[in-house]
């Protein structure tokens, strides 16, 4: 079975410029989580869609951040403008539901000059 | 403030000795607990999840789970080099959806 897809699996840009992370979650899965990993915070959730909807979003740093879930298979997160500070590993999770097992993709390790 | 508190390592045992990692949790209400290995730029990997009280046993891997004392334990039995990696603890405290993840343990296992 696919697992969780997430691309582009690296990112460099210039401050400023606008970021897009892409997720395909596993087939079936009707949770979907974005998380972001750093050696200063840890692995911190971001925000979860539960059939397609967001649920909570109280992780999301600032409006500079915005997720969508259009369909069951497919998720984007998005940053404009991007920061410095928003370098991270940014992982995509899906679970069949909510407090279910969460099986995560690869990540994208973003950099932002 | 919900937290999950682990210690940061790292611990380091031996190889075929057995490696305890201890996880303690601040919503006395959570529900499902995890445990994920995540090695060094990889992405994290579940090993197992316990939901009720007591042990639950998967080949070298042990969950435990006291809910009245608020922790969770892994046990690895038989370590083994390829079992070093930093072990997160998570726990959903609602069935909502949402994991908190602990700050993780590396473990070192030395041949």
């Known amino acids: 079975d696919a697992g969780v897809i997430q691309s582009p699996r690296h990112e460099v840009t210039e401050m400023g410029q606008e970021v897009t992370l892409r997720c395909k979650p596993i087939s079936g899965h009707n949770s979907l989580f974005w998380y972001r990993q750093t050696m200063m915070r840890g692995l911190e959730l971001l925000i979860y869609?539960?059939?397609?909807?967001?649920?909570?979003d109280s992780g999301m740093p600032e409006d500079r951040f915005s997720a969508k879930m259009p369909n069951a298979s497919f998720s984007t997160l998005k940053i404009q403008p991007s920061e410095p500070r928003d370098s991270a590993v940014y992982f995509c999770?899906?679970?069949?539901?909510?407090?279910?097992?969460?099986?995560f993709g690869d990540g994208t390790r973003l950099s932002i000059l | 403030q919900k937290e999950v508190e682990q210690n940061s390592g790292p611990l380091s045992v031996p190889e075929g000795a057995i490696a305890s990692l201890n996880c303690t949790y601040s919503?006395?209400?959570?529900?499902?607990f995890f445990w994920y290995r995540q090695y060094s730029g990889k992405s994290p990997e579940l090993i197992m999840f316990?939901?009720?009280?007591g042990d639950k046993e998967d080949g070298r891997f042990t969950a435990q789970l006291n809910k009245a004392s608020q922790y969770v334990s892994l046990l690895i039995r038989d370590s083994q080099p390829s079992d070093s990696a930093t072990y997160l603890c998570?726990?959903?405290?609602?069935?909502?959806?949402?994991?908190?993840f602990g700050q993780g343990t590396e473990l070192s296992v030395k041949p």
């Open positions: 316990i939901y009720s009280n």
């Open positions: 919503d006395r209400g959570s529900q499902s």
């Open positions: 998570a726990v959903n405290p609602d069935q909502g959806g949402k994991l908190i």
């Open positions: 869609f539960n059939n397609n909807v967001p649920i909570d």
């Open positions: 999770a899906s679970s069949l539901m909510g407090g279910q097992p969460q099986h």
